[in-house]
């Protein structure tokens, strides 16, 4: 089946520490999001991609980071910087940047911090 | 700037009743607006999308959305809800020029009783 997997589920990070986010789609799409989901805020743009081994930041980027090195994987990183981790984070893909009506999101990570 | 507003945090509505969630915008060139809806346990997925052309634009599962430039409105609307239309339903906006920047409402929550 077609699709985008995030894994984990579930995380967990202590303070100080950097976690990686994984989101890989099979669907050959070119571009790929990250978007952050707090309640009462809907969801914010953290970073897009919209070709291999490029990426912009989006409107919360400040102590995230991300890599595009492969078309079908783009990993998230939540930094020791992000002072307010806290959230569920929403990876999707479409087949290219503007492709809205065709963009598959995946389940989610929760990310909590201990 | 871009911004998007759903002034209502949730929204009752019996089955049977004709539904409306509301979205405002304000964005500096042409607006393309986005409807999506988020099930519980099953991601987020695109709705209906407005670009140009009919104001009155209708998407999956009966739902339309109406523009309307002079009030920067995209009202989603429904003739009769079901009960299996509860969810989370957000509003995006971007600028026709910024692919890949969704900017996002808070989002709503429609409760549709037997």
């Known amino acids: 089946d077609g699709g985008i997997t995030q894994s984990p589920k579930y995380l967990f990070r202590k303070e100080g520490q950097n976690v990686t986010l994984s989101c890989e789609q099979n669907?050959?799409?070119?571009?790929m999001y990250w978007y952050r989901q707090d309640p009462g805020q809907g969801l914010r743009l953290i970073y897009y991609s919209q070709i291999v081994n490029d990426f912009q930041k989006g409107d919360i980027a400040e102590g995230y980071s991300v890599s595009r090195e492969k078309k079908e994987s783009f990993p998230l990183t939540v930094t020791s910087a992000q002072k307010n981790p806290t959230a569920f984070y929403l990876c999707?893909?479409?087949?290219?940047?503007?492709?809205?009506?065709?963009?598959?999101f995946g389940p989610g990570t929760r990310l909590l911090v201990l | 700037a871009q911004s998007v507003a759903q002034p209502e945090d949730q929204v009752n509505v019996a089955e049977g009743n004709p539904l409306t969630v509301k979205c405002t915008y304000s964005?500096?060139?042409?607006?393309?607006l986005f409807w999506y809806v988020q099930y519980p346990n099953r991601g987020l997925q695109f709705l209906l999308k407005?670009?140009?052309?009919?104001?009155l634009v209708k998407g999956s599962y009966g739902f339309e959305a109406e523009f309307n430039k002079s009030q920067t409105s995209f009202h989603l609307k429904k003739p009769s809800a079901l009960v299996s239309d509860s969810a989370l339903y957000f509003c995006a906006v971007r600028d026709g020029g910024s692919q890949g920047n969704l900017i996002f409402g808070k989002g709503t929550k429609l409760s549709v009783k037997p």
């Open positions: 964005v500096s060139g042409n607006p393309y």
């Open positions: 669907l050959n799409h070119d571009a």
């Open positions: 999707a893909s479409s087949p290219s940047a503007g492709d809205e009506e065709t963009q598959y």
């Open positions: 407005y670009i140009t052309g009919d104001n």
